[in-house]
């Protein structure tokens, strides 16, 4: 169990604790051949000439769609206790061992991303009943998932270069609604804390709606906790 209480005041680099800030990259890079092997086209060879050329329009025309960005906050952990995580501004996260999960870190990221509404808009228009083009819409909501891992990557590597210096690394995300496998077992950190997280901001305008459900508009977007953990 870690108390912030306990732990003597360290000085940051460059990102300091309560920061708020948005970050914005691309365009997405989106490679039709890891589209069509997550369809199962495992011999690309034997790919209908058809099927890869929608791979590949699909993916140029996803990258000029999707605008990805994020907001993120860097904030302290007042305590871990069993199965629950306290910040310092009083937030409450539980039903996950955070401290194994986040490597015991003293202050975490939260944060929110997404690509944008165009391509969740483009995807409906796909399916649209006067013009149904079911291979079109499954591309690009491939093509979306894709777009919200470059994101998510792209997000990472910002972080790290912005806490460069202090002697600290990043975690693995902790998202709401993932599982993790901990102590061997499965557990799975619920949807609904997606709130909590959400809370986090205040009144920050952020990139992405929650709704009642718990599910993020626009639907190609994701959310969660890095942990920055001193590195012995």
């Not at 058809?50 to 907001?71: Q, T, Y």
């Not at 995580?85 to 061992?97: C, S």
Request: with cysteine; glycine share 8%; net charge negative.
């Amino acid at each position: 169990m870690f108390d912030l209480m306990t732990m003597e005041t360290e000085s940051r680099g460059g990102l300091m604790a309560d920061d708020i800030w948005s970050f914005e990259a691309g365009p997405a890079q989106i490679d039709p051949i890891k589209m069509l092997r997550i369809h199962g086209y495992r011999d690309l060879d034997k790919v209908r000439p058809v099927i890869r050329k929608a791979a590949e329009d699909i993916a140029r025309r996803s990258e000029g769609l999707m605008v990805p960005e994020a907001r993120a906050r860097r904030i302290d952990v007042a305590a871990y206790d069993e199965e629950r995580l306290t910040l310092v501004d009083g937030t409450v996260f539980e039903d996950v061992a955070f401290e194994n999960v986040l490597d015991g870190a003293r202050t975490v990221v939260a944060v929110v991303l997404t690509v944008g509404r165009a391509l969740d808009e483009a995807v409906i228009a796909s399916m649209d009943k006067g013009a149904f083009e079911p291979l079109d819409a499954l591309f690009l909501e491939t093509a979306g998932w894709l777009g919200i891992e470059w994101t998510t990557r792209a997000f990472v590597r910002d972080l790290q270069k912005r806490v460069e210096g202090e002697g600290v690394k990043v975690t693995r995300r902790l998202g709401p609604g993932y599982q993790y496998k901990i102590g061997g077992a499965q557990v799975n950190w619920p949807l609904e804390q997606q709130r909590q997280l959400f809370s986090v901001f205040d009144d920050a305008e952020l990139p992405v709606t929650l709704m009642d459900s718990c599910a993020m508009l626009p639907k190609m977007s994701r959310s969660g906790l890095y942990g920055l953990v001193p590195i012995n």
